[in-house]
C-alpha cells in the first residue's frame, strides 16, 4: 500500500529548524500502515530535511556551523544579476533571488530522509527528531510524505 500527504507551512526565519516529527507520527497512524518506509520530501531547493537530535545548543552550534561555512555576505554568481540569465522568475521579489548562499547550503545537506516504520511507529532514535530546515527567507513551504508498507 502506497499513501501520500503533505505538509504545508510558512517558515517564519532562516535557519529555523522545524519539528515535523509529531506531523509524521500521526500520518503514519492515519494510514494503519504496520510496516514499511516513510519518505519525508522537501519540494524546494532552499528547505532541507533532515534527522538529528532537538536540543537547543545542538541546534544553534548547527547555526553557527553553517554561516560559518557558508556566509550570506559572500560573493555567489548565482546574486549577480549582471551575469545570471536563467530562472529570474521568483515569487515575490527580486531579491528573492539573490539567495546563493542558501543553495549552497543546501548542496551540503538533504532534500530527503526514509525512515523505516516497524509495528506502526517510526524507528527514530532516543533523541532524534525530523526536521525541515529553512536555508532561506520566510516563505510558504511544502513537504511531502510517502509512506510505502503494509
Known sequence: MIKNTTI????????????LTD??????KETKIKDGN??????HTTLAICVNEKEKGIVTDFKNLLNKLIPKDAYYCHNDLTIRTENLVCQ???????????????????NSETIPVIDGKL????????????LDSPRPRKVLLQVIGE
Open 123 to 134: 524507528m527514530l532514535g532516543v533523541w532524534q527528531k525530523i526536521f525541515a530546515i529553512e
Open 92 to 110: 515575490s521579489a527580486a531579491s528573492d533571488c539573490l539567495n546563493g548562499h542558501s543553495h549552497c547550503t543546501h548542496l551540503l545537506m538533504r
Open 23 to 28: 506531523k509524521v507520527e500521526n500520518f503514519i
Open 38 to 43: 516513510v519518505l519525508i520530501y522537501s519540494t
Open 8 to 19: 504545508q507551512f510558512e517558515s517564519n526565519k532562516s535557519l529555523e529548524f522545524r519539528d
